[in-house]
């Protein structure tokens, strides 16, 4: 893994962000079958059974310096709860994307996204010294454009024709990033966000 960005385990809120290893392949396969996500036409999230070939996959460009990808875990029971990575890593121009980011539909809309999000982005920043994070999703996920877009990312454009979905068809992918000057501004707002939820559980 390029230095820039080497393996590190992230923790807050009771959530775990940790490098992502085979050993993670049962509890990842439960948290994908948690609302059997793998049927979304717009989602990456692997079949259970291919749970192996994800990982090995998301390990193989970790080696080649493209992408760190993690094991998203709840800190008290260590249940796996999904997935996330940094991709797209590029040490010259210090930026990065956050992306491959999926949960068990029971934990979806809770704090975990918030807290992972708050980790990565402050890791990103804060620590990696980062210009700019990116992020992209797919023209019809609008669920993801609005969560992108609740953390104060803008829109930077469309990339029309860019990638093969799942099914096969060609979707255009929705391009973001937040700069380092924005930061201050968007983790307020999510601490704002996790006090809130805190207040209400």
Known sequence: MTAFAPPVTLRA?????????????????????DGQLWRLRVSSVP??????AYIEQALAMQAEGSRLPFAVCDEATGRVLGSTSY????PAVKR????????????????????AKLLLMGHAFDTLGCHVV???TDNFNFASQRAIERLGAKKDGVL??????RDGTIRDTVMYSMR???WPEARAQLLYLLQLHALAT
């Open 134 to 136: 990116g992020w992209r």
């Open 96 to 115: 990065l994307e956050i992306g491959w980011t999926w949960y068990a539909q029971s934990v979806q809309r809770t704090h975990v996204n918030t807290t």
């Open 87 to 90: 991709h797209d890593i590029l």
């Open 160 to 165: 029309r024709g860019h990638a093969l979905r």
């Open 180 to 182: 380092a000057g924005e």
């Open 47 to 52: 079949e259970p059974q291919h749970t192996r």
């Open 13 to 33: 809120h009771g959530v775990r962000l940790e490098p992502l290893a085979a050993a993670h392949e049962a509890g990842l396969a439960a948290a994908a079958a």
